[in-house]
């Protein structure tokens, strides 16, 4: 099988497995507890939490591991928004992020908190000129996905954070889930968020786990109260061993980066250049200026399931525009948003490359598509 879904999940590594495992066995002291083995697995969890604070340039204490992309995302929102509201309730998003962005405003919005959202153009970028205009004093946070996972589009962060930080006093949260490991993702100061949330099994880690980082110390509540773990913010005895296979994840994420980027680079481009060659049959949303890993195109007046299960007939697995979405029949809010062309906007497929992909397949793959839009041709 040809899998060409790593924007859904990836498979994780093996010396992230073996992480996992070899933790789990010799490490299971609570990193809380005051004996030596106690003290044996904080210093392992501090070096976790150390290893990535590294990669995104800031201090460990602003390190918190949680559970994954939606967690870290709704801890961001609802974190800030509520210690804050004492300066505003007034908060910007854009209408394409992911649902843990989309559905925690809407639920802030039930509670009084005022909602604008961006909107983007047919490449999925915001207007930095909107972002500018809908900054007030009152803003006290606005929420930017670095790479939209339905199509790949890559937002002006540096732009946007210099805007935010000029214009407003609000904090500048990054959804990274789709960004990390693929492009470069850290800390700049003000030229850059001060928020980022990131996601383990997007880049060969574990389901279950990602981390909330900060840039500096920020006026956040806690997402889970208890025993205080996690400086306070996130209650619950860490889970070392997913701590570690995601500071392991991290690192080879980030080692591997220009390689990784490179080569879906060269798959991205040349599988546009081949899907062009299809003429007005197909429609691409992706573009050679968005994310390497991620390619979106539809076929004209075909349902983007039928497209899937022609191909995964015949061995090549891809996706509807995203996996969350893809069981609720409705068009997607990314689809809508970019106002593509009623012939096309049933058929989105999402093609997402990883790191365990190979030449070969992007060869395969075309082969495997040409047959299946030959069989197309036919309904
Ligand atoms: C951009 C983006 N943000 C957040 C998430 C949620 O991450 P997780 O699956 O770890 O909860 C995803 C997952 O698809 C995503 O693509």
Not at 60 to 88: P, R, Y
Not at 326 to 331: A, D, G, I, V, W
Request: net charge neutral; charged share 25%; glycine share 8%.
């Amino acid at each position: 099988m040809i899998y060409f879904d790593n924007s859904a999940t990836t498979q994780p590594h093996e010396e992230v497995l073996q992480t996992f495992i070899e933790v789990n066995k010799n490490y299971y002291a609570n990193p809380a507890s005051i004996h030596s083995f106690g003290v044996e697995v904080n210093e392992l969890l501090d070096a976790a939490r150390g290893q990535i604070a590294g990669i995104l340039k800031t201090n460990k204490e602003h390190v918190l591991f949680t559970s994954g992309g939606t967690e870290s995302n709704n801890f961001a929102i609802f974190g800030v928004a509520k210690a804050n509201k004492h300066i505003g309730k007034h908060i910007i998003t854009t209408e394409i992020e992911h649902a843990s962005v989309l559905e925690a405003y809407k639920a802030l919005a039930k509670e009084g908190y005022e909602v604008d959202y961006l909107s983007v153009n047919k490449n999925g970028v915001i207007s930095l000129d909107e972002l500018r205009e809908k900054l007030r004093k009152d803003t006290v946070l606005v929420t930017i996905m670095h790479v939209n996972n339905e199509m790949g589009a890559i937002q002006p962060i540096e732009e946007a954070a210099k805007l935010i930080h000029q214009h407003s006093r609000a904090v500048f949260h990054v959804d990274a889930v789709q960004s990390f490991g693929k492009l470069e993702v850290q800390f700049k100061g003000e030229a850059g968020p001060d928020i980022i949330t990131i996601s383990g099994h997007k880049i060969h880690g574990l389901k279950g786990t990602g981390v909330i980082a900060f840039r500096r110390k920020l006026n956040i509540e806690p997402f889970i109260v208890g025993g205080g773990q996690e400086f306070g913010l996130r209650s619950g005895t860490v889970a070392v061993p997913q701590a570690v296979a995601l500071a392991k994840a991290c690192r080879i994420a980030v080692e591997h980066l220009q390689e990784n980027q490179a080569k879906f680079k060269k798959w991205r481009d040349d599988l546009i250049d081949f899907l062009t060659a299809f003429g007005n049959h197909i429609y691409i949303l992706s573009s050679k200026e968005g994310a390497p890993h991620i390619l979106s195109f539809s076929v004209r007046d075909i349902k983007g399931e039928v497209v899937i299960n022609a191909l995964q007939k015949r061995g090549a697995i891809v996706s509807t525009s995203s996996a969350c979405s893809s069981r609720q029949k409705k068009t997607s809010h990314v689809v809508e948003a970019l106002k593509v062309d009623p012939h096309f906007k049933e058929g989105v497929i999402r093609i997402s490359f990883g790191a365990k992909n190979t030449d070969e397949e992007i060869e395969q793959f075309k082969a495997i598509f040409k047959e299946v839009m030959n069989e197309l041709k036919g309904v």
